[in-house]
């Protein structure tokens, strides 16, 4: 044996002759491990037991590492390491964010881009919509002329919702259905409003409704940015054909044909023409390619071995793994009723930031750019929005943080977000908009309650 890191038998990491590997790891995939006498060895680890780790080394052999050996930060990395992520790494590095959700039984949609803000389509009762995906929106919203197109049944405008400008009346609605492809809620009261109240004169809305946190919630949505897509967990819905919470369906995903036929089920093999798929119960079927919708086509053209292996192998790791396992930052977030919020800096000020799908651009509270050294300008733009418009300034942030990522030298617009309830003072400085989300390519998970970033 031979002495690594350490002066003395008894504190040296021990190398054990071992076969080189079969596959080389990937550049990245080495980690500086620090010995407790501040000495570095770039290994891989590949094992552990309760009281040690086993390191493949650049040199291709293997060295078993005690615990009380390393520093704090490797201790607390081996303790969280599995055989899967490793796995992960070595078999499945390939498979894009959207693939690995729809191995865990979610159903993605691509959402559509107008400026910053994003929106996909759905239905109420048979009504199709556009809907606009706002993590600051509390609860979903329907259009008031939306509503009465799809024949709904409509209170009283006896409530009052609050936007960025103001605030607005609004009716409890009776919905019989409100759908996401297969995700489907019966049953249900949804508030509706005037969505043009804001607008200029003669502008129309773009939109039907709005896809708020309490259903995205309902449905453990992820939304992608990188990729462009929200996924639904339609097995959460009033419309779930699988029993709600059943972990053997994380195997399976949607399919659906151009003859609007639907199958959940995972690929066990494929020809260059026929995909056989396993469904949920059990049963085989066979199913030209050609017949299934793009989307599906695609995912069957490309499916492959790396798919089969994450569904045998690696199948348990959660969301936040995945992502961690591709270099995303992590951060978990504070939900108060069906808003989010995550820590950062503003100046290299403690703060504290309302994450906002549905705000185009990022928003800073006036009181609070001000007291964090923000260069605000004339109050001679606005913010739109349910309330009507308000005035707001062009604001210069020199420096904003959210964990490693740094923004410097933005501008947002500054308005005053407590106007309505000026006694009382905000808890956080602002909102974290869609373009610094766009820019940050963040993925939003309701299930783990994280919001993921890398800035590239």
């Known amino acids: ?34 010995g407790i006498n501040g000495k570095i060895i770039q290994a891989v680890m590949i094992d552990k037991t309760a009281d040690s780790a086993t390191l493949l080394l650049r040199n291709g052999q293997r060295a078993n590492v005690v615990f009380t050996n390393l520093s704090s930060d490797d201790q607390a990395y081996i303790t969280a390491w599995s055989k899967e992520k490793a796995a992960f790494l070595q078999k499945c590095r390939s498979l894009t964010i959207r693939q690995l959700l729809e191995l865990r039984g979610y159903e993605s949609f691509a959402f559509r881009l107008q400026g910053n803000s994003i929106f996909m389509d759905g239905k109420v009762k048979e ?14 919203l329907l259009h008031l002329q939306y509503a009465k197109d799809a024949t709904c049944e409509i209170g009283e405008m ?13 009716a409890w609605t009776d919905v019989p259905t409100i759908s996401f492809g297969e995700s489907v809620f019966k049953g249900t009261k949804i508030l509706t409003t005037d969505l043009t109240n804001g607008l200029e004169e003669g502008e129309k809305v773009g939109y039907d409704g709005i896809l708020g946190a309490d259903i995205m919630t309902a449905l453990e949505a992820v939304i992608s940015y990188p990729e462009r897509r929200i996924f639904l967990l339609p097995g959460k819905s009033h419309g779930a054909d699988v029993p709600q919470g059943d972990p053997t369906t994380m195997a399976f995903r949607l399919f659906k044909t151009t003859s609007n036929q639907t199958y959940r089920g995972k690929v066990e093999s494929k020809t260059p023409t026929v995909a056989t798929l396993q469904l949920v119960d059990g049963k085989n079927i066979q199913v030209p390619i050609s017949n299934f919708i793009p989307d599906d086509a695609k995912y069957v053209t490309n499916w492959s071995e790396a798919s089969a292996f994450f569904l045998q192998h690696c199948r348990s790791l959660t969301i936040q793994e995945l992502l961690m396992l591709r ?7 504070e939900r108060k009723g069906n808003h989010i919020f995550v820590d950062g800096t503003l100046n290299d000020n403690k703060v504290t930031y309302m994450i906002d799908t549905g705000a185009d651009t990022s928003l800073l509270h006036l009181k609070e750019a001000i007291d964090n050294g923000c260069e ?18 062009v604001t210069t942030i020199k420096k904003l943080t959210m964990g490693e990522a740094v923004l410097t030298n933005r501008k947002v617009l500054a308005t005053d977000l407590n106007r309505l309830s000026a006694e009382k003072d905000l808890d956080y400085v602002g909102l974290f908009g869609a373009d610094f989300m766009r820019e940050l390519d963040a993925v939003i998970t309701y299930r783990e309650k994280r919001i993921f970033l890398i800035q590239r």
């Not at 002759?17 to 080495?30: F, K, L």
């Not at 270099?327 to 977030?333: A, E, L, T």
């Open 158 to 170: 006896t409530e009052t919702i609050y936007g960025v400008a103001g605030e607005a009346k609004a």
């Open 127 to 140: 009504k199709p919509g556009s809907f606009l995906i706002d993590t600051g929106a509390g609860t979903s």
């Open 327 to 333: 270099k995303y930052q992590s951060f978990q977030y």
């Open 1 to 34: 044996m031979k002495r690594l890191l350490g002066p003395t038998a008894a504190a040296a990491l021990l190398l054990l002759t071992g076969h080189a590997s079969a596959q080389p790891p990937a550049e990245g995939d080495y980690r500086d491990f620090k």
């Open 376 to 393: 605000v300008g004339p109050m001679d733009e606005f913010v739109r929005g349910i309330g009507g418009k308000a005035p707001a300034g």
